[in-house]
């Protein structure tokens, strides 16, 4: 018997989501969102059954359908509470980054979902590219030797009519700015890849070019990792005229490697002094390029949650990942403000916290 489905939240990303149900044969039994239209749009488009039922509110759909999976694609700023409302009717969830704008939201998340016996999974979904597989593989079976340092750039451009097609977009209470929003996703891959565990974060954002959102359109920081390691993080959506990269670089003892591409989806440089793979043969298998920025993740994210319901285990991207982006984000936020280096673990924060930190944005 195939599990019961339900999506929050019809809008931008939603489709993938859509997508990767129907191919992992999950019984979608209803759809939600404020906004009918949104929802019409997607059952015209994925041809979905009469037995796809549409709701407004989504407490009155849990209550009605009782799925066995969620997921949660709103705005950012109200994951949270929809994710704990969730939680208490039973559900198994799918995230949409960040998994929420609070810490102790995101804490909140992962102690009632555990009290609750549910899944949680984060949709960090470019863990699953193949290209950050095979690099994966490599930190695993430890060919880089000593990590001595990543790189994470998002170099990418958003415009006015961007953030005029949804208002809460750049918000500090829905949203946040470019590290939050488009970046978030190679923040993760990089704070994965390089231990996970961090010291202190040293950050810069400002507001260049987009005065009409509150939050930043650039962002830099540096990170020292517990295990002698450091990480670099350079996000913007200032890039002339279009979208430019993504990519992440780890330096090791005995190895240097480049993802790339729009989407950290291609090997751009694969090198190790044990010689296992032809770097050549390495670069032109793990090559991908998707339609857009969202790869082809989400797919084999969706079969990974379903497998971990069914076998009960964690998901191979869980909500403690997800916090752990969102900290670090975080922490780049709390060192800009405030100018100062900043320790980990962070228990308190929230983008909330930096309201009024740029000038007053232009209403849209």
Same mark, same amino acid.
């Given at each position: 018997? $195939?599990?019961?489905?339900?999506?929050? *939240?019809?809008?931008?990303?939603?489709?993938?989501?859509?997508?990767?149900?129907?191919? $992992?044969? /999950?019984?979608?039994?209803? !759809?939600?969102?404020?906004?009918?239209?949104?929802?019409?749009?997607?059952?015209? #488009?994925?041809?979905?059954?009469?037995?796809?039922?549409?709701?407004?509110? =989504?407490?009155?759909?849990?209550?009605?359908?009782?799925? $066995?999976?969620?997921?949660?694609?709103?705005?950012? *700023?109200?994951?949270?509470?929809?994710?704990?409302?969730?939680?208490?009717?039973?559900?198994?969830?799918?995230?949409?980054? %960040?998994?929420?704008?609070?810490?102790?939201?995101?804490?909140?998340?992962?102690?009632?979902?555990?009290? #609750?016996?549910? #899944?949680?999974?984060?949709?960090?979904?470019?863990?699953?590219?193949?290209?950050?597989?095979?690099?994966?593989?490599?930190?695993? #079976?430890?060919?880089?030797?000593?990590?001595?340092?990543?790189?994470?750039?998002?170099?990418?451009?958003?415009?006015?009519? =961007? =953030?005029?097609?949804?208002?809460?977009?750049?918000?500090?209470?829905?949203?946040?700015?470019?590290?939050?929003?488009?970046?978030?996703?190679?923040?993760? !891959?990089?704070?994965?890849?390089?231990?996970?565990?961090?010291?202190?974060?040293?950050?810069?954002?400002?507001?260049?070019?987009?005065?009409?959102?509150?939050?930043?359109?650039?962002?830099?920081? !540096? &990170?020292?990792?517990?295990?002698?390691?450091?990480?670099?993080?350079?996000?913007?959506?200032?890039?002339?005229?279009?979208?430019?990269?993504?990519?992440?670089?780890?330096? *090791?003892?005995?190895?240097?490697?480049?993802?790339?591409?729009?989407?950290?989806?291609? &090997?751009?440089?694969?090198?190790?002094?044990?010689?296992?793979?032809? %770097?050549?043969?390495?670069?032109?298998? =793990?090559?991908?390029?998707?339609?857009?920025?969202?790869?082809?993740?989400?797919?084999?994210?969706?079969?990974?949650?379903?497998?971990?319901?069914?076998?009960?285990?964690?998901?191979?991207?869980?909500?403690?990942?997800?916090?752990?982006?969102?900290?670090?984000? /975080?922490?780049?936020?709390?060192?800009?403000?405030?100018?100062?280096?900043?320790?980990?673990?962070?228990?308190?924060?929230?983008?909330?916290?930096?309201?009024?930190?740029?000038?007053?944005?232009?209403?849209?």
């Amino acid at each position: 018997m $195939n599990l019961s489905y339900a999506l929050i *939240g019809c809008g931008r990303i939603s489709p993938n989501h859509i997508a990767a149900a129907i191919d $992992n044969d /999950l019984d979608i039994i209803a !759809l939600c969102d404020i906004e009918s239209n949104n929802m019409e749009d997607k059952i015209l #488009k994925f041809n979905l059954s009469e037995m796809t039922h549409k709701y407004t509110d =989504y407490k009155d759909m849990l209550a009605k359908e009782r799925p $066995n999976i969620v997921a949660i694609c709103t705005e950012s *700023g109200k994951h949270g509470q929809i994710a704990l409302d969730c939680i208490e009717a039973g559900c198994n969830l799918i995230i949409e980054k %960040p998994i929420t704008l609070s810490l102790e939201e995101a804490d909140e998340i992962i102690a009632k979902a555990k009290d #609750k016996g549910v #899944k949680v999974c984060a949709c960090h979904q470019n863990r699953f590219n193949k290209s950050i597989q095979k690099i994966r593989e490599a930190v695993d #079976k430890k060919r880089f030797g000593r990590l001595f340092y990543s790189t994470a750039h998002v170099r990418w451009n958003r415009g006015y009519e =961007y =953030y005029a097609r949804a208002k809460w977009r750049g918000t500090w209470e829905q949203d946040g700015g470019a590290l939050m929003n488009q970046c978030i996703h190679n923040i993760d !891959l990089l704070r994965w890849m390089m231990g996970d565990e961090i010291i202190e974060v040293v950050g810069m954002t400002d507001k260049l070019n987009h005065n009409y959102i509150d939050a930043e359109d650039l962002g830099i920081a !540096l &990170i020292r990792f517990k295990n002698g390691s450091y990480g670099i993080v350079e996000g913007t959506t200032n890039v002339y005229p279009h979208n430019l990269e993504e990519t992440l670089y780890i330096f *090791g003892e005995k190895g240097t490697v480049k993802a790339g591409g729009e989407s950290v989806n291609v &090997i751009e440089n694969w090198q190790f002094s044990d010689l296992l793979d032809d %770097p050549e043969e390495v670069m032109m298998k =793990y090559h991908e390029k998707p339609p857009n920025v969202y790869g082809f993740g989400h797919k084999p994210l969706y079969a990974d949650v379903i497998e971990a319901i069914k076998n009960d285990r964690q998901p191979y991207v869980t909500a403690e990942d997800g916090r752990r982006a969102l900290e670090l984000v /975080l922490a780049i936020y709390k060192s800009a403000a405030e100018g100062v280096s900043v320790r980990l673990p962070m228990e308190k924060c929230s983008t909330i916290d930096f309201k009024g930190r740029f000038d007053e944005r232009v209403v849209l």
